[in-house]
């Protein structure tokens, strides 16, 4: 066949999807531990939530979302990522009004026009948290806390919490000064992209990957001795709460994140087995997010975490992912007759209805039913615990029979039997 999925967009295939299953049930139960309740949003949004919360300058707005115009000329995004998304949902639905805290989660596909490769696709999928409504540290530590929290139920090891602060937009300017006037001097030395970002977003400087331009942004002035005395107590405040709670963490002033709806506390969570991609999760403070896309004034703090990465993470790592759902019982039709064939398939049914996992023999391409003992070969295959073979007896009536495939012991059973000793057998 031609058509191809597009490229860096994959698909999840059966040995994979049960694991994903696995790793959202754990995220589930440790969201409702947190006090996050599940959200669904939108998969696309208007452009301009995008554009004005993620920032007109980022990497994400200027060059990797996909955009299109409806049939009514409307300009919509593919959501390139869910926190603007989460809080257009609070404020078109008041859920935080009169000055309630609102703490939400969802997961789903996310869509950024970016270079594949191992851990980066282009559709990929989110974990994402948000607290809104709360300014004070508590919930910066709260959320940092529940990521680390999903990972260890996850089984993760081999991780790192990685802190900053990014002040607010009283005192970065002050910073962003200083950090124009250290690249503006080194201009030489920079690459094509920073050269614009100098222009655009001096901030963004820190985060270059080129050698030249890393070593200069190491070099670069600290924020820390520009935060004003706010965000300096805040971040001091995040600091101890984690390091009380025992989350190690490392401080690195050359985190500020791809997006620019970041205030005060911006942090991620790296592994040491992935690679280049190797953040499994990011997040951090935004409280002039919901302002900036024409809301009220609501603080938030919030992550996503990349589940792609989470499984790449999990299997490197060996980590288990629980039992893959079975099959339990396969139902074997002994003949073609009518009769038998009816019979199975009531069978069937009955012990699904039951919330038995069953499979029995649908026929082939053809519509050709198969023999009895390709139906035994598929029973092996698919590992049942139970094959129950269904027969027309001498006496022309339906006969029954549970084979115990890991000892190949055969009882003779009524119908209205099976599913109670396929039950007691657990
Ligand atoms: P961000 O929304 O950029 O802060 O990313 C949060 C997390 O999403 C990252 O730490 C990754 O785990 C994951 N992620 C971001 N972009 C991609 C991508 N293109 N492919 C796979 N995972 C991604």
Redesign the pocket.
Known sequence: MDIKAPRGVRDILPDESWRWAYVLDVTAKTMVDFGHSEIHLPIFEQTELFSRGVGDTTDIVEKEMYNFTDRGGRNLTLRP?ATAGMVRAAVEHGLCAQGAASRLWCWGA?F?Y?RPQK????Q?F?IDAETLGLSGAVADIEVIALSAEIFRRLGLRNLEVVLNSVGCPKCRPVYREKLLAHFSANKDKLCKDCLLRLERNPLRLLDCKEPECGALADAAPAIYDCLCDECASHFEEVKSGLSGLGFPYKLDKRLV???DYYTKTAY?ILSGDLGA?N?????GRYDNLSESVGGPHLPGVGF???V??ILLVMEEQGCSFGKRPQKEVYVVAQDDTPAVRDAALGLAHRLRVEGIPVEDDAGDVSGKKRSFKAQMKSANNAGVTWACLVSLGEDKEIALVMKNMATGEQTAVQPEDVALRVKEAR
Do not use: K, N, S
Not at 119 to 122: A, E, P, Q
Not at 279 to 283: E, L, N, R, T
């Open positions: 990522e996310m950024r970016e851990g980066r696709y282009r990929f989110q994140r791809g997006l991620e991609q953040a499994v999760c990011g997040g996503a975490a990349g792609d990465r």
